[in-house]
């Protein structure tokens, strides 16, 4: 019995131990914790959306500009990338259990997660699955993060994982505030987005 109620109490201290060190984010900034709240709620519903915009890379070996084209459906996912970024044109998909790198004149290639993919055949550390999040104006709810709200309670900054994510400018569609403009910098890679079209949805109702 006391060897049980040894385990137990182990058990809770570990538990607690785990409880203290999760992802949290640390807000600064001009907005206010109740109105990020409410902001990050509503956004965080959008399950799927249509993007088409522009997207311009800078890596030690590959660097120009082009096209985006993102249409994610719960689950799923389908970026492409056209225009002069280095390689070609390049297709993105994934859902769970597949993810498939489509580039023009060379082939396809299939890997564990979309960062493995990307760095394997493009040399980009991008990282796609907190892109699903940040392109929302969200912090992925993974891992630490470091927020700076501007004055309407919005992302204005992101520190997350090693990268640095800057909010430019907003667009509202359907009732949403969705980032127009983003910068994004990371070890040997800066990004930006520049968002011409949103189409946001709601598919999980």
Known sequence: MRLRNFLAAGALILLTG???????????????????????????ALDGWQISGKVGIRAPKDSG?????????????DIRLSGPLGRGAARLTGRPGKIELEVANQGRYQ?????????EQLGWRLPVSHLLWW??????PDSRSRLTLDGDSRLARLE???WQVQYLS????????????IKLSGENL??????KDWQPRQLGQ
């Open 18 to 44: 785990c409880a203290a060190l999760a992802p949290h984010e640390t807000l600064e900034g001009q907005g206010n914790q109740a109105s990020w709240d409410a902001h990050k709620t509503q956004v965080s």
């Open 65 to 77: 500009s082009g096209t985006l084209f993102w249409l994610q459906r719960q689950d799923y996912y």
């Open 111 to 119: 890997a564990e997660t979309p960062e493995a993919l990307l760095e």
């Open 135 to 140: 392109v929302r104006g969200l912090p992925a």
């Open 160 to 162: 997350q994982d090693g």
């Open 170 to 181: 907003y667009v509202e569609q359907n009732g949403y505030a969705l980032p127009e403009r």
């Open 190 to 195: 800066d990004v930006t987005l520049v968002i």
